[in-house]
């Protein structure tokens, strides 16, 4: 019985195991995960001026503290007339902006490149395209 346990906790971990490899795949010499996209995890533009992000993977539906990217901003009113714009380097996942922006109704947060950064290995994973999203204030 203990056998029999022990192959099904065995199977168990590697079915896991080959779950968490789907998103990153090797192709050629590069790292690719076109499953990354930017999740905004706190959203104070109306309020004080300030957002911060992650790079998140979209098929596990969380953030990945070691993958970073800079990014350009957009920051748009009511009337889709652009009202804010600026970049963040991704080295604190976060950017303040000058002023609040109360008339604000949504942004465009798009990745500088095609690939962000590991930075526990300075690895380069490539997506087919930059990340980009269009997030809507409350």
Not at 24 to 41: C, F, P, S
Not at 120 to 132: D, F, K, L, M, V
Request: proline share 2%.
């Amino acid at each position: 019985m203990n056998t029999k346990w022990a192959f099904l906790a065995s199977l168990l971990l590697v079915m896991g195991l080959s779950h968490l490899a789907k998103g990153q795949q090797k192709a050629g010499d590069r790292w690719v995960d076109n499953n990354l996209t930017i999740w905004i995890t706190q959203d104070k533009v109306k309020e004080r001026g300030a957002f911060y992000y992650c790079v998140a993977d979209s098929s596990r539906e969380r953030c990945i503290s070691n993958l970073t990217t800079g990014v350009k901003v957009k920051v748009y009113n009511g009337t889709d007339e652009l009202i804010w714009e600026g970049k963040a380097t991704g080295r604190t996942q976060g950017l303040v902006i000058p002023k609040k922006l109360p008339q604000a109704r949504y942004m465009t947060v798009e990745a500088f490149r095609s690939y962000v950064i590991n930075e526990s290995t300075g690895t380069h994973i490539h997506q087919a395209e930059p990340i980009r999203i269009k997030h809507r204030f409350q």
